[in-house]
């Protein structure tokens, strides 16, 4: 079987794997060979649709202050954030707002012509640094632009990775299937970064691309790294019925309002001094409480919904600072945000666990980095703010890039690779998976999961709930034993993909719920209604869930408290 070498490879070229390689170049002045594997095309990552902006101190004299905004991020995250990674992010954002400003990326500007930034959920200081609503594309082209300066990487678009393959717990290589020409090879490098992004699409209502489905969790999982906090998944409070499209926060940041079918603008119930702009766990929880309690609206297939009314902004505003909403709503529903209100419910949007990564963003292997919504630096915590996630993986691209580029001018060795594993894994899927004729849908069963998750793992859940979303896994997984896959063929083996994430998907939901129903209490995004309060007593620890052959083996550590002690929240 073919095997490609590079120094390093990067899985994923969204923010965090795109940072990366731009640090590895710039510090490597070029010279370190680069390869950046994606499943799209690189411009496709999940990335490019990130709209509202990107979170970070820039305007001390007028009132900000990196400590209000590592408070925010404490106070957001339920207090399960890891305080001292929570510092290292707030200092490093404003630097990295600063590179993308030389790099390319158009701010926003006010009148005085310094970078704008616009209030988001949680932050007590207007901190989204924001080109309109269009934030993600314009970072991921300035990134791109200025890689394209160097020439020391390869691209590896619309490749599919099946398996990491570890020797003697040191990254020695991905297997890997090239869908345009249907061969199946290894990429190895003496370091590996993990830049493969969240898992949204776990969900069947979420504003994530198709292709956001784990995959790098599940294989690192599988391969016998730790999952840290998988039960904490962020229900964003607008997502557009019926199509789960996200409608920014921006939408509130600009003031935007919620109301209820009585017109009322319910968040003073539930959060009367930042009312729309409380984190998002608690807006979402609220909009979920006023449609159960018949003071939503009913919608679509049971999506019952709230209003989402930026009428009163104004044509000019709604125009120049969110364009894009505007475009989606004509376009998806036919109605124009300026005169209609929005329908919108909590969307399943991101995952505050991932793989287990230190402060450096290093994983318990020697060689293997991790950055991004992928990673788990434990600095969201149980509940991330809006606007923190872009900001996450330029600083953590930036800050893996610079310790894979201090590690390989150590000239390690690479790992030997075990050729046994390689060849198993071949055979697994070309011998086994896309073979086999058995009576069961990949896509039928990928549908099932979906809905499955929406009910059981959503904004409020309840032990004898869980534990039957479980079950139902088990039982899926069990028929995903008996699939066909239709397209026999090796080039452009879309069904063979979407079987592979759906495999990806059923281990990573059997995590969530699986740490889920261990956990008793109510904290960030895993609200139980049977155990409705905190329990720092218990549970001030973080998950981390390991693979066991079968079950998963589920232990505990320690948050890292450096400034703040738990308290009650309050906005
Ligand atoms: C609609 C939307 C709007 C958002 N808006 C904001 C915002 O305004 N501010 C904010 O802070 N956050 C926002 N977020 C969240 C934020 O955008 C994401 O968390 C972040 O962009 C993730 O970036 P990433 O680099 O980790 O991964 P991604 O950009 O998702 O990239 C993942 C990469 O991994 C590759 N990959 C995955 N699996 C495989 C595989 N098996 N084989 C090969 N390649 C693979 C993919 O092809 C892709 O290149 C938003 C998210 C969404 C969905």
């Known amino acids: 079987m073919q095997q490609i070498n590079h120094d390093v490879i990067i899985l994923g070229t969204g923010l965090a794997g795109l940072r990366a390689a731009v640090e590895i170049s710039i510090q490597s002045q070029g010279q370190c060979d680069i390869g950046i594997v994606s499943k799209v095309q690189i411009m496709r990552s999940h990335s490019v649709c990130a709209e509202g902006g990107t979170a970070a101190v820039m305007r001390p004299e007028e009132g900000d202050s990196l400590e209000l905004h590592s408070w925010d991020t404490v106070k957001g995250a339920d207090f399960l954030a890891d305080q001292d990674t929570v510092d290292r992010f707030v200092q490093t954002s404003p630097k990295e707002i600063r590179l993308l400003e030389h790099w390319g990326v158009p701010w926003s500007r006010r009148e005085d012509g310094r970078i704008m930034q616009r209030p988001f959920g949680g932050h007590s200081f207007p901190r989204a640094c924001m080109a309109a609503d269009k934030t993600g594309f314009f970072e991921m082209q300035a990134l791109y632009d200025t890689l394209v300066k160097y020439q020391n990487f390869k691209r590896y678009d619309e490749c599919f990775v099946t398996s990491l393959v570890l020797e003697g717990g040191r990254f020695a290589g991905l297997t890997l299937f090239d869908a345009p020409t249907g061969e199946f090879y290894v990429l190895r490098g003496k370091a590996l970064l993990f830049a493969s992004g969240g898992l949204g699409n776990l969900y069947g209502f979420t504003t994530y691309s198709q292709t956001v489905t784990g995959d790098g969790q599940a294989i690192a999982y599988r391969a016998g790294l730790t999952l840290e906090d998988p039960e904490f998944l962020q229900f ?83 125009n120049k600072r969110l364009p894009l909403i505007r475009e989606v709503c004509m376009k998806f529903l036919g109605i124009d945000p300026i005169t209609q209100p929005i329908p919108i419910r909590p969307v399943a949007h991101y995952s505050m666990g991932g793989i287990e990564a230190d402060i450096n963003g290093r994983t318990r292997s020697e060689n293997i980095w991790a950055a991004g919504e992928v990673a788990c630096h434990s600095m969201h915590g149980a509940n991330r703010l809006g606007c923190n996630s ?16 201090k590690y390989l001018a150590k000239k390690p060795k690479s790992a030997a690779l075990p050729d046994l594993k390689v060849a198993d894994e071949e055979k697994r899927i070309f011998g086994g998976l896309l073979q086999q004729s058995g009576s069961e849908n990949p896509a039928h069963i990928r549908r099932e999961l ?35 896959i239709q397209d026999k063929s090796r080039i452009y083996n879309t069904n063979l993909i979407q079987a592979l994430e759906t495999e990806n998907m059923l281990q990573l939901a059997e995590v969530l719920l699986f740490a889920g129903l261990a956990r008793e209490e109510s904290r960030g995004g895993h609200a139980r209604t049977d155990f409705a309060k905190r329990d720092d007593e218990k549970f001030l620890s973080h998950s981390m869930v390991s693979f066991n052959g079968g079950k998963p083996k589920l232990q505990y550590k320690p948050v890292t408290i450096t400034n703040w002690k738990p308290v009650e929240r309050k906005y």
């Open 236 to 318: 964003h409070p607008t997502g557009l019925v019926p199509s789960g499209i996200l409608m920014t926060e921006a939408c509130r940041g600009e003031g935007g309002y919620l109301r209820n079918n009585k017109g009322e603008r319910f968040m003073e119930k539930y959060a009367p001094k930042m009312m729309e702009l409380a984190p998002r766990d608690i807006v979402s929880r609220s909009e979920m409480t006023e449609i159960l309690e018949g003071r939503g609206f009913s919608g679509p297939d049971g999506l019952d919904f709230i209003n989402l009314d930026l009428t009163h902004l104004g044509a000019d505003r709604i």
């Open 390 to 405: 872009t900001a996450e993986c330029i600083v953590w691209g930036g800050i893996t890039g610079g310790e894979i580029a």
């Open 450 to 484: 979906r809905t499955l998750m929406d009910q059981h793992a959503g904004v409020y859940r309840t032990g004898p709930s869980m534990k039957q979303g479980l079950e139902k896994i088990a039982g899926l997984r069990e028929r995903f034993k008996k699939i066909s």
